[in-house]
């Protein structure tokens, strides 16, 4: 190198890139709740794997199989890479949230939230689905995870009292409670012996106990945090992905019912300002996938690809 300084600024420039915006190693699906994209982030680079599930609420990938969840048409669709054929599973649900793929027992955990239920979605080898069994989950069940003991975990909502929201176990047929001093959380996770939970500006780690504490607050991230959303444990070990979907009024029409303003409607501006953060179990905050792309305005649900 002909100038001893020009490494000194590359590895500066090198350390301010990783300091801002943790490069991946993992791949990232996530789906945009607005527009319908389903994308893959790696090593900085953004695609489009397939486009048409508006209101795009869960993404997991089994082998060639995609699973997404629409929150306000209220469906849930596999999609198949290979073929790139997209099935209806399952069409009539209010408001499938942040459902669970559960690899071992080849079946959807699809929380209704607005409905307070959670079905059991059997994935069939012809590529159909079959509804095996619905719980009564008081109340708003948002996402579902398996954690301790592999038994099932979901956060509910509840109502809109701070500190009402909380974690629920499925123990055989009932839906109990964990712990609760949540306010509205959403996506779970297991990751590093803890359920991680995103509770709308706050991150939290809840033990085997039910102890919830604080791992991240709206002060650990940049001030456009709003609405964070999705959470996906790192292969890591130690840290989960959350999305943002930063302010996501601007997506709906606020005279329909959970109604999407057109894609191609003049009052949809994206604030631009939806991403995916990292946060570690010892709430180190870094920006994983940036705002300001067009092809992923609000971001919802985020997974590592297998
Ligand atoms: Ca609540």
């Keep these: 190198m002909k100038h001893p300084y020009a490494f000194t600024l590359l590895l500066g420039i090198g350390l301010l890139f990783g300091a801002g915006c943790q490069s991946n190693k993992e791949t990232l699906l996530m789906g945009d709740f607005f527009t319908g994209n389903l994308v893959s982030y790696k090593n900085g680079k953004m695609d489009i794997i397939a486009s048409g599930f508006r209101g795009a609420d869960a993404i997991e990938q089994d082998g060639d199989m995609l699973y997404v969840s629409s929150w306000p048409l209220g469906k849930v669709w596999s999609y198949n890479l290979a073929t790139k054929e997209k099935r209806e599973l399952k069409g009539d649900f209010t408001t499938a949230a942040d459902f669970y793929l559960d690899r071992t027992d080849k079946q959807l955990v699809v929380p209704d939230m607005l409905e307070s239920k959670i079905h059991f979605l059997k994935l069939n080898d012809d590529g159909t689905a079959t509804m095996s069994k ?173």
């Design 134 to 306: 619905t719980l009564d989950a008081p109340s708003k069940p948002e996402s579902v995870c398996r954690g301790f003991d592999g038994k099932l975990y979901v956060t509910m909502i509840n109502g809109d009292d701070p500190g009402d929201g909380g974690i629920n176990v499925i123990d055989g047929d009932e839906v109990k409670g964990f712990c609760r001093g949540m306010n509205s959380p959403k996506g779970i996770a297991f990751v590093g012996g803890y359920l991680v939970t995103a509770d709308e500006t706050t991150m939290w780690k809840v033990d085997a106990e039910g102890n919830a504490t604080k791992i991240a607050e709206v002060a650990d991230f940049p001030p456009s945090i709003e609405f964070l959303n999705d959470v996906a444990a790192s292969k890591d070990g130690n840290s989960v992905y959350v999305t943002d979907m930063s302010k996501p009024s601007w997506m709906f029409n606020p005279e329909g019912e959970r109604q999407l303003w057109p894609l191609d409607s003049n009052q949809a501006v994206a604030p631009k300002t939806g991403c995916v953060y990292k946060v570690t179990l010892d709430g180190q905050v870094t920006l994983a996938v940036p705002p300001g792309d067009d092809r992923m305005p609000g971001p919802n649900g985020v997974s590592v690809a297998p």
